[in-house]
Each structure stands twice: as structure tokens, then as C-alpha cells.
């Protein structure tokens, strides 16, 4: 399978437990890679064949910036679901972050990968 992949998309919103977190946008870090066969897009150069890279990404972004969530794992699983919406995704790997939020630590999160048929 071939990988298509959206690399440090930072966007603003609301997610944490603690009370100060349900208030305050924080930095969220979000990687995404999904697999697809682009050998048809490779032969057509047809973006209609393609895995529209910039319309996933504004999709990820505008449920990040609304979702309001309070664990990075449901984040993740919510951006997971919107990326095997695209017909031609099989697979998709998200790893969501969590910049400065341990002291000492540059960033924590979670990666979790699912199939179409799970």
C-alpha cells in the first residue's frame, strides 16, 4: 500500500481533564498517514484519483479546533474515523500530541492505527 501523510498539523482547541483545560485552548500537534493504491493516481495525474491531502487535512482541523475532548485517545479515534471516510483509504495511523503539557517533556500523546474493517 502506498502512504499519503499529513506531517505536524498544529491547531488550537479545547481538550484536558482538568479544569483550566475546559476553558483554555491548548496546542495540539496531530500526524496523520493513510493508505491508499495510488497507482491510478500515479498513471491519470487526476487529483479525483488522488487522496486529497489539503480537503483531509481542513476536515482534521476543524473537528480538533471543535471537538472539545477530553482525552487525547478520543481525539485520535474521532480523527482515525474521519480519515476511513475516504473511499480510497484502507489503513490510517494518527498520532496525536499534547506539546508541553509534562513538565520536562517536549510533547505526549497517543498513535493508534486502524484498518477499514475494524
Request: hydrophobic share 45%; with cysteine.
Amino acid at each position: 500500500m502506498d502512504k499519503t501523510f499529513i506531517k505536524d498539523l498544529l491547531v488550537r482547541g479545547i481538550i484536558g481533564i482538568r479544569d483550566w483545560e475546559r476553558v483554555t485552548k491548548q496546542d495540539i500537534l496531530i500526524n496523520v498517514t493513510v493508505f491508499s493504491d495510488a497507482s491510478r493516481a500515479g498513471e491519470s495525474d487526476d487529483i479525483n484519483d488522488c487522496v486529497d491531502y489539503s480537503a483531509l487535512a481542513k476536515k482534521i482541523q476543524a473537528h480538533a479546533e471543535s471537538a472539545a475532548r477530553l482525552t487525547v485517545e478520543a481525539l485520535a479515534n474521532d480523527l482515525v474515523k474521519i480519515c476511513l471516510e475516504q473511499a480510497s483509504v484502507r489503513k490510517a495511523i494518527v498520532r496525536v500530541e499534547k506539546p508541553g503539557a509534562v513538565r520536562f517533556a517536549k510533547s505526549v500523546g497517543v498513535e493508534i492505527e486502524r484498518k477499514r474493517d475494524e
